[in-house]
């Protein structure tokens, strides 16, 4: 199906507020729902995805459909949306009947799926997260740089500055490294809450992610998880005592042990994960 074509079908399509008075989708608090409605804000992040032919796009969290209908309306090869209240599938299932050869929906919780199985590559994840596994969502994914072509996420403004936060900041942490280690993270824009239904309390913000050809540097991604969580969890520490129980020899990776985690970089925190690997040997 042309992208003329979709555009054509896109236009007949009810508004989204009549689909959810029609289903009757309030909001679920407990699902960390809030709801775009904004068709030029949804054309908006799927424009920061980039190129998207011949990509199969996976949506979580697709709610009433208005992200998806976006997505619909571009020239992916294929969306497939991925959403746990079952309350929304019946409104789904309403761009199934227009987008029958491009839509799939799958009934099921994405901590619990396995994204990489859902399509061939290429492949890219673009969703409004449910804020409340927003980060646990993106930790599932970030090992998998080389298997994703990339991801545009929304979160809350708050986590957003983490991801791209740089060394000596107070937004600096584990989330920070364990992303810019494998992935270049570019903040997008801002979204202004009144964007939402209901409109959440905090500012929020897409994120668009590229793999790296490379890491950063040499490491695992368990070690340096480990590293990271040790030298964060005490991050005014300095390191000779918050990496105490880790036992690395931190002076043989050339790391002054006096310095706090926070004025790290990346691969410094890498150094600190092989040293770590090579004393568990």
């Known amino acids: 199906m042309n992208s003329r074509s979709d555009a054509n079908q896109s236009g007949q399509l009810p508004p989204l507020r ?9 909001t679920k608090k407990s699902l960390g729902q809030h709801f775009l409605l904004d068709g030029n804000l949804t054309d908006r992040i799927v424009r920061a995805a980039g190129d998207l032919n011949g990509v199969s796009v996976i949506e979580v969290g697709s709610g009433p459909g208005g992200l998806t209908r976006s997505l619909l309306a571009g020239n992916s090869a294929q969306v497939i949306a991925i959403e746990r209240d079952r309350r929304c599938l019946n409104a789904l299932a309403e761009l199934k009947d227009t987008y029958s050869d491009r839509l799939t929906i799958i009934a099921s919780d994405a901590m619990e799926t396995d994204v990489l199985s859902l399509s061939p590559s290429p492949r890219k994840i673009i969703a409004n997260l449910p804020y409340n596994i927003s980060t646990a969502l993106l930790l599932k994914w970030l090992p998998l740089a080389s298997e994703i072509s990339g991801m545009t996420l929304m979160f809350q403004k708050e986590v957003a500055e983490r991801l791209i936060a740089g060394p000596s900041t ?14 270049d993270a570019q903040l997008s824009f801002n979204v202004d809450k009144k964007a939402f239904t209901p409109p959440p309390k905090v500012t929020s913000s897409v994120v668009t992610f590229s793999p790296r050809p490379e890491p950063l540097a040499a490491a695992d991604w368990r070690n340096l998880e480990t590293v990271t969580a040790a030298a964060f969890g005490q991050r005014r520490k300095m390191l000779r005592s918050s990496l105490k129980s880790l036992a690395i020899d931190i002076p043989a990776t050339g790391i002054d042990p006096t310095v706090r985690a926070e004025d790290l970089t990346v691969a410094d925190f890498c150094r600190l994960a092989v040293a770590y690997a090579s004393q568990q040997k």
Do not use: P
């Open 18 to 26: 009549y689909v959810i008075a029609r289903h009757d989708l309030g």
């Open 170 to 183: 107070k937004a600096y942490g584990r989330l920070s490294i364990m992303t810019q280690w494998l992935w």
